[in-house]
T-cell receptor, first 113, second 113 residues
């Protein structure tokens, strides 16, 4: 079946602009996660959704970052007033009910110029 | 705070030689443990996981890992390296009671002909 998909695969934006990154989880997966992977680092947790609600958003670095999952499926990560330090690969993952195993998408590479 | 340490950001082995990638975690409670592999321009793929039960875990592509509680380690091994094993490997923990992963900084494996 289809895996986790993320769009766009690459996004280049200017400093100060607003961006949206989309994640389409595996069908039937109730949990959804966002991570950020900076160059040479491992992924860092940003936010976790269980259904439509954010169960844990402790990893969001500041209030410029926001994520939604209005219907419990597709999620959008929104970044306002982008900064060059936001440049990274943003990964999305999903899990089936009752499982801690996460299935990762290919990521969106964000470059802020 | 929970942390994961992967010793050696780069490891080189000859084709056919033993692969050993090290992972240590800090946790007062045994967490769930995972190894993921990331090929260039691809998403993270689960190699193996430890949740409970047998401490020697076998995964895909001939990899295995052993959970050693006394050493807080979860090292990844493969008896004989193949050229196709060249990739970046990430160790991750999911602290007991949470679903978010904490990743190590990764080890890039190079396989020499």
């Amino acid at each position: 079946g289809a895996g986790v998909s993320q769009t766009p695969s690459n996004k280049v934006t200017e400093k100060g602009k607003y961006v949206e990154l989309r994640c389409d989880p595996i069908s039937g997966h109730t949990a959804l996660y966002w991570y950020r992977q900076s160059l040479g680092q491992g992924p860092e947790f940003l936010i976790y959704f269980q259904g439509t609600g954010a169960a844990d958003d402790s990893g969001l670095p500041n209030d410029r970052f926001f994520a939604v999952r209005p219907e419990g499926s597709v999620s959008t990560l929104k970044i306002q007033r982008t900064e060059r330090g936001d440049s990274a690969v943003y990964l999305c993952a999903s899990s089936p009910p009752g499982s801690t195993e996460q299935y990762f998408g290919p990521g969106t590479r964000l470059t802020v110029t | 705070a929970q942390s994961v340490t992967q010793l050696g950001s780069h490891v080189s082995v000859s084709e056919g030689a033993l692969v050993l990638l090290r992972c240590n975690y800090s946790s007062s409670v045994p967490p769930y443990l995972f190894w993921y592999v990331q090929y260039p321009n691809q998403g993270l793929q689960l190699l193996l996981k430890y949740t409970t039960g047998a401490t020697l875990v076998k995964g895909i592509n001939g990899f295995e890992a052993e959970f050693k509680k006394s050493e807080t380690s979860f090292h990844l091994t493969k008896p004989s390296a193949h050229m196709s094993d060249a990739a970046e490997y990430f160790c991750a923990v999911s602290p007991s009671g949470t679903y978010k992963y904490i990743f190590g900084t990764g080890t890039r494996l190079k396989v020499l002909a």
